[in-house]
């Protein structure tokens, strides 16, 4: 099954309310938490998703591009996140493996995500601690980017690794996806797919949001 994750990085949080409203048949609710370190920006946090959650009753899956995650992930959980990611490169394995390991404590579901230069190899350690691999498409940081094609095989590496150790886990996408790009990495092995300026910038979010199932 394909779910689609829109990105409330592109909704307009002068009114986030009714523009949560807008994409509601979507699957999940795709949250950016960035720290200016980690990554190159600031995005929102802990009192901007506690209101999302009072306001939304999607799935919250909370993307962490912030240094050290552990730090934050009981606060993230208990805000009501459903589904917890961080990156493989915000800390040492070890940090990381008790942060994948701090949030299925906390009852949530947990996801390990990587940068366009990072190879599928560094998620070795952690295939039996996630229920989600997010492979970023785009470098992370700011929302409006250009699909990089370049990260297919590396979506099809993941999918296989899955497969060889039979395990049950989503692969997420997350940049520069639209009707064309969302087929490719459907096709590449993807399932879950995060859209922001796609859906957010389409005259009706529903249709947006059906025509990516559409065209996969």
Known sequence: MIKIAPSIL???FARLESELDTVKTADLLHCDVMDGLFVPNISFGIPVLKRVREITG???DTHLMIE????YVEQFAKLGSDIITVHAEADQPRQIIEALEEIRRQGKKSGISIKP???AAVLEPYMD????????????GFGGQSFMGDMLPKISCVRRMIEERGLDIDVEVDGGINADTAKLCVDAGANVLVAGSTIFGAASRPEAISSLRGNV
């Open 117 to 119: 230069g990072t190879p």
């Open 10 to 12: 592109s909704a307009d």
């Open 68 to 71: 050290r995650p552990l730090r």
């Open 58 to 60: 999607l799935i919250m």
């Open 129 to 140: 601690l996630v229920d989600m691999i997010l492979v970023m498409t785009v470098e992370p």
